[in-house]
């Protein structure tokens, strides 16, 4: 069973990876979904066949969203804990979901 500590130090492993649209490649390109999909490969928790696909470069969310729901359980960002799937929406694009992240520290205030 993989733990959350380990799923977060497995993403923590990508940090300065360069951003490119739908990259996959940990220390080469990577895009925002490329952390949670890749981390759950190399844990085992997702065959490398799975994968996101047919978003834009600025993806309106449907996508990212239609996903988490079909594969991941919602609950209130108040219960989130480390290793979470976060899919953020920014007010200056009219709360359209279009990010999707790892949440790595659930303290308050430090996300």
């Not at 733990?3 to 993403?11: L, N």
């Not at 890749?38 to 065959?47: E, F, Q």
């Not at 047919?54 to 990212?64: Q, S």
Request: hydrophobic share 40%; aromatic share 10%.
């Amino acid at each position: 069973m993989v733990t959350r500590a380990a799923f977060v130090a497995e993403v923590l492993t990508f940090c300065g990876t360069p951003y490119h649209y739908q990259g996959r490649q940990p220390g080469v390109a990577m895009d925002c979904p490329a952390p949670a999909l890749v981390a759950c490969w190399n844990l085992g928790l997702k065959p490398r066949s799975f994968d996101v696909e047919g978003y834009e470069p600025e993806p309106d969310g449907n996508l990212f969203k239609a996903l988490l729901d079909e594969h991941c359980e919602p609950i209130p960002f108040s219960q989130a804990q480390p290793a979470d799937l976060v899919l953020c929406a920014y007010r200056a694009d009219g709360m359209r979901p279009r990010h999707l992240g790892v949440l790595v520290d659930a303290t308050p205030g430090r996300m």
